[in-house]
């Protein structure tokens, strides 16, 4: 029997345990060509050139990643992030 990754932590019902969407559809700024892309697992994309186009993006100001300012998924260091800030409550230092 494979491990049960169905499981889910209270109020996750996008995420499966240890699985991170690394795919992200991203729209060009520039000219709205839709790229599918795999996302780096362990950094952000800063830079992305729109096949299209031809034209380079960067994020847009306060965003770490082109996938974040252009794509429909968050980069996978902020999906994890949110899974982890998810599975543990808040607790106040005080
Ligand atoms: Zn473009």
């Keep these: 029997m ?7 932590y209270e109020g996750i019902t996008t995420f499966k345990i240890g699985e991170i969407t690394l795919k992200s559809t991203i ?3 520039h000219c709205g060509h839709q790229a599918t892309e ?10 992305w050139e729109c096949p299209s186009c031809g034209e380079v993006s960067k994020p847009k100001q306060g965003d770490c990643c082109v996938f974040r ?3 429909d998924h968050q980069c996978p ?3 994890q992030e949110k899974i982890v800030a998810k599975k543990m409550l808040p607790i106040c230092p005080s």
């Design 2 to 8: 494979q491990p049960d990754m169905e499981e889910k």
């Design 27 to 29: 729209t060009c700024p």
């Design 38 to 47: 795999t996302m780096p697992t362990d950094s952000c994309q800063y830079f």
């Design 69 to 71: 300012s252009y794509g």
């Design 77 to 79: 260091p902020i999906q």
